[in-house]
């Protein structure tokens, strides 16, 4: 184990719900629904008749092939035609389904029945460029009501999308398209941040000669950064032209309730990053039903999740949750603090936002200016605040309990991944909080502590976090590598569990806190960076001939990444090269991996068997004991 887990839990704050929310909340007795969900298969398909499916499942849950768990086997349905569709014969048919901002203060609402109109005509636009069900569509776009209308019409025919974060650069990039096998990516002439033009498009022409499998890329016009029309290639097409003439109707693929639905690339221990590949019924069952749950969605409810459609939260709560059950998913472009640190803020009281879910780094980064700026708008319309992403530190819960909240309302801490699709452990509404917790496992969801051998450690004690029995949202296997997914996931631990890689403790009210990850997996602001991938990018760098990094705290960030180089000789770590250093990895990797700091080494800790001992490195820079050397090389 890599981290202290044996910290006393001192955290005795309890918050509890006022009589306003416990009179609202959908589910009012917790302890009840948690026993509900105890018979899973009951549970889920319950949860499951909410949909309209062409064709009911046989079998809710079938192990027969652990750990290739299937869901509501033989159904038939499709999720686009749930989260669209399906609201144009009700009340909900001129309801903004899509509201989009941006730093900018531009603004574009999509009704339902416009939304319908534009995801029909792009899922034609498709068809015609030869995508056919099982197809993979890329895309690497802004947030933008495009990416929404290009994965929602991936979705109505049957093809499997693999969005690539926007903030991703040139290296991430084309290994992740070419992971994919995408034959269509979709872009835009670039993206708005803090005042200026990102371009995307730039990227995408730097890597596409290497991503031999795409036949088509389309281009969106988003910002006014000129592209010169004349100039696209042969296999380039603009949006517009695109879509233009196309019908607005477009018959509905039945999808078989395991067929796949999207991959999203996420960092693992090893270089290659993983392709986490989520099927169709059960993605759906869980991310409906949890988002109803845990942030208890009612009809006039105006849904705001800050996260980037690039991360799985974008996927499960931005876009599927909110549309599939039907409210109105505000969209925007922008950092937190720009054109001011109030830009937040503003959104909330001009638009009326009533759930705001968001990530413990940006709640740190709006902290730093106090209060002023909350306290410059009116914020009484929510009910509701949410935090994903990492262990959200118990100052940063009450920074935002009292600024934002008010005192009144609740902070969900949803604890999950990209792997586990949907939310697995989280207070709702009506659960008691302590700051720093995500409190307990949701219904239907069997998680806990264990020791290296599968047996649950005594309350207070640290461990690995396990979830004992499948999920629906769960995914179904990492694309392109059956036999990573089994070994990473569902060996190291005895017993057939899911191996989550956080460290985490159970509390006297088994209540689980999660301390960070237990594998070479970075936490920057939120978002998982693997320490192999970060290296393979030093390396790539003429000066460097071996490099290990490791994860250094940081007040805002959560964790920033220390490098540590041998250089190649003739090369010294002077300003200049540090510089230089810092562009190549931004340039192969993109903003995301922040590097905190660079230092200069003439060997690496390794084990006699060749493998880097980060666990060294991390416990030197921290002044602690290292611990067991005894595989140490000489
Ligand atoms: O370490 C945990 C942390 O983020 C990891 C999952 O990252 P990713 O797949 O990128 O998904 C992030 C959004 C779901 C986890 O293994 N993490 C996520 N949420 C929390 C968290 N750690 C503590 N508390 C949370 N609420």
């Known amino acids: 184990m890599t981290k202290d887990t044996s910290v006393l839990l001192d955290e005795k704050r309890l ?3 006022n009589y306003k929310i416990v009179e609202e909340a959908h589910v009012k007795n917790w302890e009840a629904e948690i026993e509900k969900g105890k018979d899973l298969e009951k549970y889920w398909s319950e949860k499951a008749e909410q949909f309209e499916w062409f064709e009911k499942w046989d079998k809710v849950l079938d192990e027969s092939k652990k750990p290739f768990y299937k869901w ?33 203060g531009d603004e574009k609402k999509l009704t339902y029945y416009e939304l319908y109109r534009e995801v029909n005509k792009m899922a034609n636009a498709l068809k015609n460029l030869g995508i056919k069900k099982g197809d993979t569509v890329s895309m690497y776009l802004p947030m933008c009501p495009e990416l929404l209308i290009s994965m929602l019409a991936c979705t109505k025919i049957g093809a499997v999308h693999s969005v690539v974060y926007s903030g991703l650069s040139v290296g991430a990039f084309v290994e992740r398209m070419n992971d994919a096998d995408a034959k269509v990516l979709i872009t835009a002439d670039g993206t708005f941040r803090r005042g200026k033009i990102i371009d995307l498009k730039k990227i995408v022409d730097e890597s596409i000669l290497q991503c031999p499998t795409i036949e088509t890329v389309v281009v969106v016009r988003h910002t006014g950064n000129p592209i010169n029309v004349s100039e696209l290639s042969g296999r380039e097409i603009l949006y517009d032209r695109l879509v233009e003439g196309e019908s607005g109707e477009c018959p509905v693929e039945e999808m078989d309730s395991e067929d796949p639905l999207f991959i999203l690339y996420t960092s693992g221990s090893t270089g290659k990053p993983k392709g986490v590949l989520h099927t169709t019924a059960g993605y759906m ?6 988002l109803k749950n845990v942030f208890d969605i009612h009809n006039g409810d105006l849904w705001w ?13 931005l876009i599927y949750g909110p549309l599939l059950l039907g409210t109105t998913t505000l969209v925007y472009e922008g950092a937190p603090d720009y054109p001011d640190p109030g830009a937040w803020w503003k959104i909330v009281e001009k638009y009326g936002v009533t759930k705001l879910y968001t990530a413990p780094t940006a709640i740190r980064h709006l902290m730093r200016y106090g209060s002023k700026y909350p306290n410059m708008y009116n914020l009484s319309s929510l009910k509701i605040l949410g935090s994903v992403g990492e262990p959200i530190n118990p100052e940063a819960w009450m920074w935002f309990y009292k600024n934002i909240g008010k005192e009144k309302i609740p902070i969900m801490d949803t604890w999950w991944q990209t792997e586990t699709g949907m939310h697995m452990i989280s207070p709702i509404p009506v659960s008691p909080l302590k700051p720093g917790t995500a409190t307990l496992p949701l219904p239907g969801i069997d998680a806990d502590v ?14 690995y976090l396990v979830i004992k029995k499948p999920w629906p949202a769960m995914f179904r296997t990492l694309y392109n590598d059956e036999e990573r997914f089994i070994n990473v996931y569902w060996k190291e631990i005895p017993g057939g569990v899911y191996r989550a890689g956080d460290l985490a403790r159970k509390d006297e009210d088994g209540y689980i806190w999660i301390q960070g990850r237990s594998d070479d997996v970075l936490n920057i602001a939120g978002h998982r960076v693997g320490s192999a991938e970060v290296e393979s990018a030093f390396v790539s760098h003429p000066a460097v001939v071996e490099s290990a990094v490791i994860g250094k705290s940081d007040p805002i960030k959560g964790e920033v990444i220390k490098a540590f180089l ?17 562009k190549h990895i931004r340039y192969e990797l993109g903003p995301v991996a922040v590097i905190g700091d660079i230092e200069q080494l003439d060997a690496l800790p390794k084990t006699r068997s060749g493998k880097i001992m980060r666990r060294i490195l991390r416990a030197q820079e921290m002044g602690e004991d290292l611990g067991d050397t005894s595989t140490l090389e000489e």
């Open 15 to 17: 918050f509890k719900p």
């Open 72 to 104: 509501f086997t033989n159904g038939k349905i499709n999720l686009a035609y749930n989260a669209v569709d399906r609201w144009i014969s009700t009340d909900k048919r001129n309801q903004v389904a899509i509201l989009y901002t941006n730093e900018r």
């Open 285 to 290: 069952v869980g991310v409906a039903t949890t």
């Open 305 to 317: 999740c800050t996260a980037d459609i690039g991360w799985i939260t974008g996927h499960s709560y």
């Open 450 to 463: 264990v020791d290296e051998k599968g047996n649950s450690v005594p309350l207070g004690k640290g461990g």
């Open 566 to 582: 041998i250089l190649k000789e003739g090369y010294k770590l002077n300003t200049t090269l540090i510089e230089d250093l810092k």
